[in-house]
């Protein structure tokens, strides 16, 4: 079928009341271009009390009921043919009208869905379409709202290819040469028997035809029709995340010299095993999971999946160290998975967040009975042909894990999905400490009388979050209430349970394990456990990418009275976890560059300087917090007070200069969480610390301070885009000295003006806690840094112009092409 985009020339607006309408109360609709978030527009509300976990989760924006129409003319050469409206993903609950006429609907926020137009249909004339979508304390975390991907519009005949079902496998794989086997389904929906030949080629990623076939398939009407070939590759190259090499295959139907119809893939060839003595192997080569957990939104531009976005995202992560993403806790979007692919990072692609226990009052809990089946299809359909993806998981933190029924339907999701695609693993995201909820007060019961045998107190044993959920997750109760849901899987997926790690190669010698979640702070032990034991095969952290909603959970915050010991949120006007090792607009915090020195990828030592303005005070952070500490030699104000700097490394000794004078050498390294600290007082210049292996100089980097001469500096990701209506453009805005170096501490206003081919789609910053929207031109730089994202709206020249008072202005220009 003829696929065209159908993201162009849509209004939107709050629902509106009918009958408030008849009485003259008119809500205006505006245009749009989709993918369009309806909720990152609305105004943040603040509680009116304490926090709640309602609005702290969606990051206090809140929820609604919106409405979106487009009108389209339908050509009369179109009567006869099928036409299939596409969407990727609607936020949430969607219903869909085609000249008022109810036309289908989705429960669910992630899952791709058709809808057959055709019956609908005006020809000849203009037709209208409207999707209603609503968002209402549904989820855990910021989801957007509205029509928030990609919208297709999908032209065949009768007999056709059906859209989805062409899908590659590649059962046997040797360096000598691939079989390729390719499966489509034919479907003819006339009253005569059609008999079709069918041509289909693989070629590589220079057009190069590498294996072909012609085939012939006879059609019953109403009887689709399995097409399957088996094509063979020679001297394949094979896909890895060194080397992501990528095939795609073409099908053309043909009658006589006519073409009747035609579908493409790309697809990959690697080979996969498992076993818990050699772990994940991909083309016989075990790989560690080096993974980050990544929720969907993008930051500034909320749920909005732009395909540009989501490819920048996977870009930074593997520069930063990842090779894995699990997609947290939704179905991956197409345009995610295509960066994957190209990039070379692999994919633990998940289904649900909830099955029949609710966790918000209106979430998806409420379909989940009646809509599984056809959720969980919908994402192996989109990720069949997708070499990226290795696993899926049917679930994180599901309550019902720890009983004999929430077994049972782990059981049948695990069996659902092998059914649809029994080429990758299955997991399931289990949360140990949660399975076992309804007990947990007596084992909490059980540990405090332990714990009073050792001489410890209550607050001795909830000092640290993390070791109280180890402490129940490697518990016999835990051992014993879901040892069946992990038994229907793969791999054991293991949230904050690290402790189970060694316990289970005992208890359970055919298990292999996956973190599937893990604190942060954690990383070194949780590596080290990675590498020792071969059937736990990776570990993700929460997060890898910062995210809208949950807020707070990884502030930075110190003991007192204005925070209080067991506050998990933070106040409004929080806006994001805080937990990422990468921020919301994409800059790589202190987090990240540990993790890379602990991957043992970095030589190189790295400086994180703790804000003076905590020293001194007793650190309160959660297990997901990170030091207070920015990468920054600018404390203007601080002049001779205390200061702390953190320096990473791998090294055996690391020593550091301020100004040119030692302040020592310390040991640091595996054994020393490789990391040491400092103390001195604050004097502007520069610091430089060097590391040491065995006495010699492995690696140096250095920090200096901002001079007081600051100018503005903006710099696109680059110079040229596709005019295609949808590219992006992301242009870092920064606050520098004649040298480039960044003024943490010299915030101000800053202003953007598009004009010629592109608008400004938004503006933000990495500012963790602001009442500043992301759709205006000013905005306050944080530590010294904006984003501006601009989308291109046809081919010619986008200038950005940026200006802030006190500053010469500033501007780029970008090509679309």
């Not at 019956?119 to 000849?124: A, H, I, V």
């Not at 489509?184 to 059609?194: D, I, L, P």
């Not at 600051?710 to 920064?734: C, F, I, K, M, P």
Request: glycine fraction near 10%.
């Amino acid at each position: 079928m003829i696929r065209t985009s159908f993201n162009d020339s849509w209004q939107v607006r709050p629902k509106a009341n009918p009958f408030a309408e008849l009485s003259g109360q008119v809500v205006p609709y505006r245009s749009v271009t989709l993918p369009h978030d309806a909720m990152i527009e609305q105004n943040r509300v603040a509680p009116a009390g304490e926090v709640t976990m309602e609005g702290a989760a969606g990051a206090y924006f809140p929820g609604g009921v919106f409405e979106y129409r487009k009108t389209f003319d339908v050509p009369e050469g179109y009567r006869g043919k099928r036409i299939i409206l596409e969407f990727e993903g609607v936020y949430r609950d969607a219903a869909v009208y085609i000249n008022g006429d109810y036309a289908g609907q989705r429960p669910y926020g992630y899952s791709q869905f058709r809808i057959e137009a055709d019956r609908f249909l005006k020809y000849g004339e203009a037709n209208e379409i409207r999707v209603e979508a609503r968002a209402h304390r549904d989820s855990r975390w910021y989801t957007g709202a509205g029509i928030y991907r990609d919208t297709w519009l999908l032209v065949g005949e009768q007999t056709h290819l059906a859209p989805d079902s062409l899908r590659i496998t590649t059962p046997d794989v040797d360096h000598a040469r691939a079989v390729v086997e390719v499966v489509a389904e034919v479907v003819n929906q006339s009253f005569a028997v059609r008999t079709l030949d069918v041509l289909t080629a693989i070629t590589t990623g220079s057009g190069e035809v590498v294996a072909s076939d012609v085939s012939r398939v006879t059609v019953l009407p109403g009887e689709p029709a399995v097409l399957r070939q088996r094509l063979y590759v020679q001297r394949p190259d094979l896909w890895s995340t060194e080397s992501p090499a990528l095939y795609a295959c073409g099908v053309t139907l043909k009658e006589g010299a006519e073409q009747v119809d035609e579908a493409g893939t790309t697809f990959g060839i690697r080979t996969l095993q498992l076993d818990p003595e050699q772990g994940l192997r991909i083309n016989g080569e075990t790989v560690k999971l080096r993974g980050a957990c990544v929720h969907h939104d993008n930051g500034p531009l909320g749920a909005a999946t732009f395909a540009r976005a989501e490819e920048r995202r996977v870009e930074i992560l593997k520069e930063a160290g990842f090779n894995a993403i699990r997609i947290s806790h939704q179905p991956m979007s197409r345009a995610m998975l295509d960066a994957c692919d190209r990039i070379g990072v692999l994919v633990v692609d998940e289904s649900f967040d909830v099955w029949t226990s609710g966790k918000s009052e209106f979430d998806y809990s409420l379909s989940f009975p009646e809509w599984w089946e056809r959720d969980l299809g919908a994402m192996v359909a989109k990720d069949f042909n997708h070499p990226s993806v290795i696993m899926y998981s049917i679930g994180n933190e599901i309550p019902e894990t720890g009983s004999p029924f929430g077994a049972l339907w782990g059981r049948r999701l695990a069996e659902k999905v092998r059914s649809l695609d029994p080429t990758r693993y299955v997991t399931n995201a289990v949360n140990g400490m949660l399975a076992v909820m309804s007990e947990l007060g007596a084992l909490q019961q059980q540990a405090l009388d332990q714990a009073a045998e050792e001489g410890a107190g209550i607050n001795t044993l909830m000092a640290d979050a993390g070791d109280a959920m180890n402490a129940v997750s490697s518990s016999e109760l835990v051992t014993q209430r879901t040892a069946e849901s992990f038994a229907v899987l793969d791999v054991a997926g293991m949230n904050y349970a690290e402790a189970r790690y060694a316990l289970d190669r005992e208890l359970f010698p055919n298990r292999v394990i996956l973190g599937t979640e893990t604190f942060p702070t954690r990383i070194d032990g949780n590596w080290r456990l990675v590498e020792g034991n071969s059937h736990v095969i990776g570990d993700f952290t929460w997060t890898g990418w910062e995210y809208l909603g949950e807020v707070g959970i990884g502030r930075a915050r110190y003991a007192g009275p204005d925070e209080p010991q067991h506050a998990h949120n933070g106040p409004y006007p929080y806006l994001v976890a805080g937990c990422g090792d990468i921020d919301i607009t994409g800059h790589r915090r202190p987090a990240s560059y540990y993790r890379e020195i602990v991957f043992g990828l970095r030589s190189e030592p790295y400086i994180a300087v703790r804000r003076p303005g905590g020293h001194g005070k007793a650190w309160a952070g959660s297990p997901w917090a990170w030091s207070d500490t920015i990468s920054s030699w600018t404390w203007p104000g601080f002049e001779g007070s205390p200061i702390a700097v953190e320096v990473y490394s791998d090294a055996d000794e690391l020593e550091l200069f301020v100004n040119g004078r030692s302040l020592g050498r310390r040991e640091v390294g595996a054994d020393h969480r490789f990391r040491t600290e400092f103390e001195t007082a604050y004097e502007a210049g520069e610091l430089l610390a060097i590391a040491y292996r065995g006495g010699v100089e492995t690696g140096r980097s250095a920090v200096r301070s901002a001079q007081e001469a600051v100018h503005l500096a903006v710099e696109a990701d680059r110079q040229s885009v596709a005019a295609n209506g949808a590219d992006l453009v992301y242009v870092t805005v920064e606050l520098t000295d004649a040298e480039g170096v960044c003024h943490t501490a010299d915030d101000c206003e800053v202003s953007v003006d598009v004009s010629g081919s592109g608008v400004l789609l938004a503006f933000g910053s990495a500012n963790p806690s602001t009442e500043e929207r992301f759709d205006t031109t000013t905005r306050r730089t944080y530590e010294g840094r904006a984003l501006a994202v601009l989308r291109a709206t046809g081919p010619g020249k986008i200038r950005l112009a940026v200006s802030a008072p006190g500053y010469e202005p500033v501007e780029t220009v970008v090509t679309a092409e």
